[in-house]
């Protein structure tokens, strides 16, 4: 019987989850959206809201969260198909883009609250964002058997050119986002290469 409970209640809290989500647009950020509107669009009267976030902003942050760990996975799924054979930086860029494409209003939360005026919600953004930055390194590290000062450095100025670049892909047509994510491919080759040419001058040194 709990265990029914529990997964009900589970439901119930992806519910709000998934109607805060559908009504972000180009046009509406989070901060717009009223406690009332996300219960009404899950369904729920809105002292059922309370249940299971004591606010909006604990549901925000949540969305954060979710939003980091969802690109995250993603990324490591683009790892593994890597691993089959392609080239890594085509294979991340356009699972990126993928992800930007599929998750527009994931997107969009991440970069609005990323230079928001929340404190708690650029936190977790920032933090989301190392993660992902972080988990990049370790994989530079092992896949190039590279200085791990280096691998670091390599993976903030991918992480911020492709961030930059998705925040361009929103709202774009598929021929301008297929150009984009040419550019952004070139982009990280180029950073690539410094890398690996910078690291065997500090070998041979």
């Given at each position: 019987m709990a265990g029914i409970r529990a997964v009900q209640k589970e439901k119930t809290r992806r519910q709000l989850i998934n109607a805060a989500l559908?009504?972000?647009?180009?046009?509406?950020?989070?901060?717009?959206?009223?406690?009332?509107?996300?219960?009404?669009?899950?369904?729920?009267a809105p002292t059922s809201f309370y249940r299971h976030f004591s606010d909006m902003d604990e549901l925000g942050l949540t969305l954060v969260d979710e939003a980091g760990l969802t690109l995250r996975q993603l990324m490591r799924q683009a790892r593994q198909r890597i691993e089959k054979g392609g080239s890594v930086i085509r294979i991340s860029v356009q699972t990126f883009m993928e992800f930007v494409e599929s998750n527009g209003n994931i997107f969009r939360?991440?970069?609005?609250?990323?230079?928001?005026?929340?404190?708690?919600?650029?936190?977790?953004?920032?933090?989301?964002?190392?993660?992902?930055?972080?988990?990049?390194?370790?994989?530079?590290?092992?896949?190039?058997n590279m200085n791990p000062e280096i691998a670091n450095?390599?993976?903030?100025?991918?992480?911020?050119?492709?961030?930059?670049?998705?925040?361009?892909?929103?709202?774009?047509?598929?021929?301008?986002?297929?150009?984009?994510?040419?550019?952004?491919?070139?982009?990280?080759?180029?950073?690539?290469?410094?890398?690996?040419?910078?690291?065997?001058?500090l070998a041979s040194s």
């Open positions: 559908s009504q972000l647009s180009a046009e509406r950020s989070f901060s717009s959206l009223s406690l009332r509107e996300v219960a009404k669009e899950a369904g729920l939360l991440l970069l609005r609250e990323r230079s928001g005026t929340s404190k708690a919600f650029r936190e977790a953004v920032a933090r989301e964002i190392k993660y992902f930055t972080v988990e990049l390194s370790d994989y530079l590290k092992q896949a190039n450095l390599q993976a903030n100025a991918a992480v911020t050119i492709v961030f930059s670049a998705g925040a361009d892909a929103l709202d774009i047509s598929k021929q301008e986002r297929h150009e984009l994510t040419e550019r952004t491919i070139q982009q990280l080759r180029f950073i690539s290469r410094g890398a690996a040419d910078f690291q065997q001058r």
